[in-house]
């Protein structure tokens, strides 16, 4: 299990962003397991960011986007931020 980003683990934008890259993620039928591969990241973290316990690097996010078939901009956008 990864270890969380302790200085911003559950900030209200990092749960923003994972429920956003979840309820995209389900919308288009896409598995936890098959986002990760698509994402190159392990699905343990992708869990993770998904929960809001990481904070992902800008190419992590630029990865999950493209994974999920959205430009990190719909995604943000989806998230509020």
């Known amino acids: ?23 995209t993620r389900q919308a288009r039928g896409i ?23 990481q904070n992902p690097g800008i190419m992590v996010v630029v990865r999950i986007a493209s994974g999920i078939g959205i430009s990190v901009a719909e995604l943000a956008t989806e998230a509020g931020l």
């Open 1 to 23: 299990m990864p270890i969380p980003s302790p200085k911003y683990a559950l900030d209200p934008a990092l749960v923003a962003l994972g429920m956003a890259i979840r309820a």
């Open 31 to 53: 598995s936890q397991e098959e986002l990760a591969h698509r994402s190159q990241v392990d699905r343990s973290y992708m869990s993770s960011i998904e929960r809001g316990s």
